[in-house]
């Protein structure tokens, strides 16, 4: 599976939108783009997944850059229950991987 | 069920006792993934099923763990002998099917202390 790399922090005011951004240079063509968090020590939450197309859903946005490179998890209306760590995982079509390959993720904190 | 629940949520064994932790998957779903997290934000992969037949074991440390998937059971994970390292969340996840284009499903974890 690619790599990704994303911030290790950011902050984020309660009522803002907060952009997580998510690079993954070495995305091949058939890979998805997917979007899980993980709030305090609860399971990993599925959130959003994407090809190219930008998608939405009740939770959020996912925008796909045009060459794949990078990606941006949008939350449009952050509340203090959104502070977790967020996961951006490229896998492997074509069978789909076998599993899902974490990295290290973003913690984000809302804040008042 | 709706969600995946795995049990016990918290386990303490000393040294060198067993450990057995449980999974039980959404009703319906065919695969099950195993993850272990020793530290804050890092997941470790350990072994996924296809029904009852194991996926992927790339994860799986050749000594004292085993898992297996047996039909109308929960799924289990048995880690012989434990070592203090291997105190840490446990978590099982379910999806319906394994394609790039499906999400998996995670349950809460069981907090495995090893005193």
């Known amino acids: 599976d690619a790599k990704t790399t994303q911030p290790t922090s950011m902050d984020c005011a309660e009522g803002r939108a907060a952009n997580l951004p998510c690079n993954h240079s070495t995305i091949s063509g058939n890979e998805y783009v997917y979007w899980y968090r993980q709030i305090h020590s609860q399971g990993p939450q599925y959130i959003i997944h994407g090809l190219k197309n930008n998608e939405t859903n009740e939770m959020a946005s996912l925008i796909i850059t045009e060459d794949r490179k990078s990606s941006t998890l949008i939350l449009p209306h952050a509340t203090l229950r959104d502070t977790a760590v967020y996961y951006c995982?490229?896998?492997?079509?074509?069978?789909?991987?076998?599993?899902?390959?974490f990295g290290t993720g973003t913690q984000l904190k809302v804040e008042l | 069920g709706e969600e995946v629940a795995q049990t016990p949520k918290h386990l303490v064994r000393g040294e060198g006792q067993k450990a057995k932790l449980y999974c039980a998957p959404i009703?319906?779903?065919?695969?099950v993934f195993w993850y272990q997290q020793v530290l804050k934000n890092e997941f470790k992969f350990l072994i996924s099923?296809?029904?009852?037949?194991?996926?992927?074991e790339t994860g799986m440390p050749k000594e004292r763990f085993s898992a297996k998937c047996l039909p109308n059971s929960p799924c289990s994970l048995e880690i012989q002998a434990t070592k203090l390292e291997d105190s840490a969340v446990y978590f099982c996840a379910s999806s319906q099917q394994w394609t790039e284009n499906t999400e998996a499903f995670f349950g809460q974890g069981t907090r495995l202390t090893v005193v």
């Open positions: 995982i490229v896998r492997v079509a074509g069978g789909g991987g076998n599993k899902l390959t």
């Open positions: 099923f296809q029904n009852e037949n194991v996926f992927d």
């Open positions: 009703k319906g779903h065919s695969y």
